[in-house]
C-alpha cells in the first residue's frame, strides 16, 4: 500500500491510503475525493479521471500507453504532466506520491 | 430530510455519492434493492467479468465501508411493491413501510425474454446482474458449442469472452448485420469479420424459432435452417424499462417514467435516473431513453441536485464503448436520422472512424481503435459543428484541425 495525496483545486488536500493494485483512481473514487470523476470506471473510455502527477513523481512511474496519451490530448487544461488516473497502479514504491487534481474535467 | 432511493444500480450509487459529497445535506438516505449487491457496475458483466479478468470487488461503484460510514440504510434483497404518493411511503414485499420526504426511482431496465418454445430449458442465458454472469461463466469450458442469440453490444461481447476461453460460437442476428441498431453498415462489416476471424460462425437474416432439449438446451431451432447443436445458450434481444412501480403511482411513463432535464418526475418529491427514464435531450431537441453509464451518472447527479433544491440542467452528449477482442469501439452522439456517413481511416488497419452528418451537422462518431476522433467527437457534437466531409476523410489533416 501507499500513501497518496491529492491536492485539490482549492488548496485542499487528503492524504489516503490506497492498496498496492489499485490505481489513483480508486483512492480517489473510494475517498469522495471531489474532481475525479472516472464515469467509465476506469475503462479508459471517458478521460474523467484526469490529473497531474507532482513533477517530482512524474518521470518515476511507467509512461502513458498510446490509448491514454490519445484521450489526454482532448482533456481540459492538459499539462506535460497530465496523466488519466485510472491507469496509474498503485505499487509500494509510490508511497508519498502527490497528485494534483484539476479544477474540471470538462 | 429522509431520501429513499429504490434500485441499487449505477444511478443509485451516483445519487448516493452525490448526495454525500454536498455538505449542507441532514437527515437520512435509504437505498431499496431487489438484487442483494451494493450497486455496482454492469459493463464489465459481458467483458472483463465475464473472462474472469476482474472480481467482484472491483465491480462496486464505493466499497461496503463507505455506506457504513455514510450510514445509509440498506435494504437489499427487497423489493419495492408500491407507492403511496399521499402518505409519502414506499412498501416493501415483505409489508414493511418506508416513509419519504425524497423519493428517487433509479429501478433500470430487466432483460428482454424469449417466449418461443424451449425457452423455459436449462443452459439458456441472460446477461444483466452479477448472478447472471457467475451463472453463465461456470458453464464456459474449452470445446463446447455456445450459441448467441442477438448480435447486439451484450451478445458480441459474451462471444469475444467465450471465444477467448477456448469455445465454438455461433452468432444469430435476425436483421441483416450486426449492431444494425446502432451502429452503421460499415462498422457492422468490421466487426462481422473481425468475429469470423476469432472463429466465431456469425449467421445474419436468420429467426431463431425455438429451443430444443430434455431438461438442458441442445439444440436451437431456426427458421429455413437445420438445427444448430448447442451446449449452451445466451440470449441478449434488449432490455425492457421497469417503469411498473412508476405506472401504478400514477406517474407519467412512456418507454421509460417521464422527466424533465432536471430529471424530475411530475410529483415535485420524486425524481428518477438512468436507464429508466424518459428525458427531454437538449442537443437533440427529443425525448429519449438511454442504456449507457453516462446517463445514469451525469442523469443521477442532476437528480441528487433537484433533491437538494439547487436543480441544474442535465444536457450532455451521450457516450458508450464496448470492448471485443483487443478492439475498443467508443461512440458519441445518437446517430439516428443521420443522412451521410462520412469514414476517416481505413477499416482494414483495425483503426477508423464514422462521421454521421444530419443536414451537415455532426451528430454522432463510432471510432474504432481511434480515441481522438472520439474525444474531437464529443466536443464537435457539444458544439453543433458542421465538419467538411472531404476533411473528414483526409487523414493528413490531424483531427484537431478538423474545423
Known sequence: ?106 | MKVVIIGAGHAAGQLITSLKMDETITGSITLIGDEPWLPYQRPPLSKQYLSGEMDVDQLYLKPKEFYKASKVNIRLGHHAQSIDRTAKTVTLDNGDKVAYDKLALTTGTRVRRLSIPGADLEGIHYIRTIDDTDNLRKQFAPGKAMTVVGGGYIGLEAAAAATKAGMKVTVLEMADRVMNRVVAPEVSTFFEALHRSQGVDIRTDIQVTGFTGEQTISAISCKDSPDIKSDLCVVGVGVIPNTELAETAGLKCDNGIVVDDHAQTEDPDIVAAGDCTAHPNGIYGSQIRLESVQNAVDQAKAAALSILDKPETYCAVPWFWSNQYDVKLQIVGLSEGYDQTVVRGKPENSAFSVFYLKGGTLIAVDAINSAREYMMGRKLITDHAKPDPTRIVDTTIPIKELV
Open chain 1, 1 to 106: 500500500m501507499a500513501i497518496v495525496t491529492y491536492i485539490l483545486h482549492d488548496g485542499r488536500s487528503k492524504d489516503i491510503e490506497v492498496k498496492t493494485g489499485e490505481s489513483v483512481k480508486d483512492g480517489a473514487v473510494n475517498n469522495l475525493v471531489p474532481g475525479i470523476l472516472a464515469e467509465c470506471g476506469g475503462a479508459l473510455a471517458c478521460a474523467t479521471c484526469h490529473v497531474y502527477v507532482d513533477e517530482q513523481w512524474f518521470d518515476k512511474l511507467e509512461p502513458a500507453g498510446e490509448v491514454e496519451m490519445d484521450m489526454l490530448d482532448f482533456a481540459e487544461d492538459v499539462r506535460k504532466n497530465s496523466r488519466l488516473s485510472c491507469q496509474i497502479d498503485i505499487t509500494e514504491e509510490m508511497n508519498g506520491l502527490v497528485i494534483h487534481v484539476p479544477e474540471e474535467q470538462y
